[in-house]
Each structure stands twice: as structure tokens, then as C-alpha cells.
């Protein structure tokens, strides 16, 4: 059995990879990735879609400020280069995840990669 913090260090190097069949195996095939900017994606393969989207639409790295654990969830703080800064909370079950919820500012992300800023 894998603890939270350690699947929580090895899914921060798939995502450094920018790698979304890596990424998506850390994932339930019932899995809910809800980052609160967005609307929640549901299923291993629409996560997987999701990261391949985001990783041809930005150059992301993640830099791991802090992982802390408690039972099966684990919760990583984390900031990029450019400055911005979130934090994630992961809850574990049977060596991979069935919830992550990311927190991060949206329009902070989206003006630093110089991308488009809805309208509505």
C-alpha cells in the first residue's frame, strides 16, 4: 500500500513530464478531478484528455512546497515559476485516486501564459 504522500511525489514527476498517459494512470476509472476554476471532470479518460489538452495549451511545472498526509488523503501546496501558487487535496483509495480538488487563481494563470480571458 502506498502512502498519499509518495503517490502524491511520484504524480508531481508524471506531471513535470507533461505526460497524460503517465499521469492518467494514477487515476480510478471513476475518478472526479474537480479543479474549482473548472467544472469537475469525471472518468480516468476524460482526466486523461483533460491533462493533454492542458499540457499542449501551457507550459506547466509544478514545485512541490509542501505534501502533508492524513489517513488516505494527502494534500500538496505548490507553486509554478512564474509565481503562481495552489494547492491540491488528493483522497487515496486502493493505491490510486478517486478525488483530487485544485485550488489556484484562473485568471492569474491564464494572463501569465498569455492566453485568452473569457468574456463571460
Not at 509554478?80 to 491540491?88: A, E, I
Not at 487535496?89 to 480538488?101: G, N, P, S
Request: glycine share 6%; charged share 30%; aromatic share 12%.
Amino acid at each position: 500500500m502506498i502512502r498519499p504522500k509518495e503517490l502524491i511525489s511520484r504524480w508531481v514527476e508524471a506531471f513535470n513530464k507533461g505526460d497524460a498517459d503517465e499521469i492518467a494512470e494514477f487515476y480510478h476509472a471513476d475518478a472526479v478531478n474537480h479543479q474549482v476554476a473548472n467544472e469537475p471532470i469525471v472518468g480516468k479518460e476524460a482526466i486523461r484528455q483533460m491533462f493533454a489538452q492542458e499540457f499542449s495549451t501551457a507550459e506547466m511545472t509544478c514545485i512541490v512546497e509542501n505534501i502533508f498526509e492524513d489517513g488516505d488523503w494527502g494534500i500538496l501546496e505548490w507553486k509554478d515559476p512564474l509565481g503562481l501558487r495552489g494547492c491540491g487535496f488528493f483522497h487515496i483509495v486502493d493505491d490510486k485516486i478517486k478525488l483530487q480538488r485544485g485550488y489556484w487563481d484562473k485568471l492569474s494563470f491564464l494572463r501569465q501564459h498569455k492566453l485568452p480571458i473569457p468574456t463571460e
